[in-house]
């Protein structure tokens, strides 16, 4: 069956092979193209997933995680590396409140944080590192997790504002009225507050003051301070109740001032073909907003467009040279008027069809005062070729590619020219429905407080065959439960560690009840998955970013005071309390460093590990780690 839709296909001029078939195109050419990538395959990188126990964490409690390593090629479980380093940080500062290290056993880690009563409230990331997930001069982090940290879920003190303005605009002065009671409702008097004025994580402003005898404080700003992004915090302490309550109120802002960005399908537009143009509208804190509009050629309306989803949608458009092509958005934004961009006056579009029931269809356009010539379709996941087609463009053509070869996920598919160089790039999702479907049933529906619950739990593919899966189940009360969070593992590994930026709401795109979530995943290639292809021969090769971390613990031990007529060679014995099993000593060399291998951290079963130094009674020694953390 293959070989008669070769031969087909060879009648029409052009050929596609999978991966495992290149030798039977230009071997030179295609190795070339295939070689063009092996930036990505010279070392092994892994994808590190962290799933905490909860959304919402507070003071005084246990934070539960597991980290997930894969491989960032194939996404299979990672095995390499045996050392997880962890940080704690504050979003709006710098530096770590926690730094903790565990072991990673055949690609998977868990532990245990403690949160003690002294961290702020407020959002932090719980961040992961390893030696083959971090590298020098990494720009581009995504091996993290958003959570939120509180004093007390439920407030023991009720704040009650109200901004002065429906919406502010930048360097308005900003006021609010407060009203602050307890739990039963009763207006408390004469409280201390602290109002905190920050925009991004940036602090603007501190104010202290106290309610009047009504309980109520009216707060006041400097003017002149930039409103998108920013939030009021208000910590309030009654000393005479003994109680305290934080409260966080984001500045409200005009929405109605638009950011609108157009993305020519491919990288370009070309006069006299049929293009896809994208667009993306967001407001200035970077929050998708719906818009519609009018395409105009000139003065004249060539067609009404409209978001399909996030702000994100496509127009159609065939442009003619010379002509001035304009986006008009309707109200409340009927005063923003945008250019389609560069046209060019001749030139090849790329145009993704779609995916059939065998196939990922293109369709290629080329201009009519072109040469005819001999173009190559590269597509490759994540660094792994898995198709590429060969072919003679005259004006136009349409070339399939066998959607079986492919695995799930983001394709980045590339035309070339006869001479190797990218002409046209785009980004499509492949295998939507390639999934693992999850089942889950409570055996007793009603449990008692702190009574052992079971759960039967299924999991099968698309097609209902069983699978052996790791799984990882947390159970906590709703409360915890942040909803703007929706980031998961499928979101993780298949868009955010694909794309650049952050994407809003990624978990839409995967839920099955959602029916335009294909097209919508489609926009979100041509937008957020956009880039225009600039060749460059310079760029550094992944393989020549050195790695910061080891999997190893490195030391050294200084004589202080030594006994007279001792030697200076002496071992140091490693043990851990939680093993009673474990124990060694380890030998210095000759400038007294020593190494505390992945085997020993294991050991010590995410517990403690113990450094003694093995020396006379008088003699003091100074034992120092050297600290990985600092290499962050």
Not at 235 to 242: S, T
């Amino acid at each position: 069956m293959m070989i008669n839709k070769f031969l087909c296909l060879a009648f029409l001029f052009w050929f596609v092979f999978p991966v495992d078939s290149f030798s039977q195109l230009d071997t030179k050419v295609t190795r070339q193209l295939i070689d063009s990538l092996e930036t990505s395959l010279a070392r092994k990188n892994a994808v590190i997933y962290l799933q905490p126990n909860k959304d919402i964490y507070e003071t005084g409690e246990d934070l539960w995680f597991k980290a997930y390593f894969a491989d960032a090629q194939s996404l299979k479980p990672f095995a390499i590396d045996t050392t997880l380093y962890i940080q704690l940080t504050p979003v709006d500062k710098p530096g770590a409140v926690i730094e903790e290290k565990f072991v990673i056993m055949d690609g998977f880690s868990e532990g245990r944080l403690y949160l003690p009563d002294t961290l702020e409230e407020g959002d932090y990331d719980l961040k992961a590192f390893s030696t083959s997930s971090f590298f020098k001069g990494q720009n581009d982090f995504k091996n993290l997790r958003r959570i939120n940290i509180r004093k007390s879920i439920i407030p023991q003190l009720k704040i009650e504002a109200q901004f002065d303005k429906k919406v502010y605009v930048d360097g308005q002065q900003i006021s609010l009225a407060l009203k602050l009671s307890s739990s039963s409702g009763a207006l408390l008097p004469l409280t201390n507050i602290n109002a905190v004025l920050n925009n991004d994580g940036q602090l603007l402003e501190t104010l202290k003051l106290q309610t009047d005898y009504a309980g109520r404080a009216k707060i006041t700003f400097k003017a002149g301070i930039p409103v998108a992004g920013s939030q009021v915090m208000i910590e309030a302490f009654n000393q005479k109740e003994g109680k305290s309550a934080v409260g966080i109120m984001p500045v409200p802002y005009n929405r109605n001032k638009v950011h609108f960005y157009v993305f020519p399908e491919g990288g370009y537009l070309v006069a006299g073909l049929p293009n896809i143009l994208a667009f993306k509208a967001v407001d200035v804190k970077g929050i998708p907003v719906e818009v519609s509009g009018t395409l105009l050629e000139e003065n004249k309306t060539l067609s009404r467009f409209k978001s399909l989803h996030d702000g994100m949608g496509k127009i159609e458009l065939r442009p003619i040279a010379g002509k001035q092509y304009r986006l008009r958005l309707d109200a409340p934004y009927s005063d923003s008027i945008y250019p389609v961009g560069e046209i060019l006056p001749k030139g090849i579009v790329l145009h993704y069809i779609g995916e059939s029931t065998k196939d990922l269809v293109f369709k290629l356009y080329k201009s009519s005062a072109s040469i005819p010539g001999t173009i190559y379709l590269r597509a490759q996941i994540r660094g792994k070729v898995y198709s590429m087609a060969k072919a003679i463009l005259k004006d136009s053509l349409t070339i399939e590619l066998p959607a079986k070869e492919f695995t799930q996920g983001v394709a980045e598919v590339t035309l070339f020219g006869e001479d190797m160089m990218p002409l046209a790039e785009r980004l499509v999702y492949v295998n939507t429905k390639s999934k693992l479907y999850i089942t889950s049933k409570l055996l007793k529906p009603v449990l008692g407080l702190r009574e052992k619950g079971s759960i039967k739990i299924k999991v099968t593919d698309e097609l209902n065959n069983p699978v052996v899966a790791h799984l990882g189940v947390s159970i906590f009360d709703r409360l915890y439960k942040d909803p703007s969070n929706c980031k998961n593992i499928l979101t993780h590994f298949y868009l955010d560690n694909q794309l650049k930026g952050d994407i809003y709401n990624p978990a839409y795109y995967f839920e099955d009840e959602n029916l335009q979530r294909v097209a919508a995943l489609d926009v979100l290639m041509l937008t957020q998955g956009w880039r225009r292809y600039v060749w460059n021969h310079n760029t550094p090769k992944m393989s020549d970013t050195p790695s910061i971390l080891t999997n190893s613990i490195h030391g050294n031990v200084s004589v202080v005071k030594q006994k007279k007529g001792t030697s200076g060679q002496f071992p140091v014995q490693l043990f851990a309390p939680d093993n009673k099993g474990y124990g060694r000593f380890t030998v210095l060399d000759s400038l007294g460093s020593f190494t505390i291998a992945p085997y020993d951290l294991a050991s010590a079963n995410n517990g403690y590990l113990y450094l003694r130094a093995m020396v006379a009674e008088e003699t003091k020694t100074d034992i120092k780690i050297v600290d990985p953390f600092e290499l962050i």
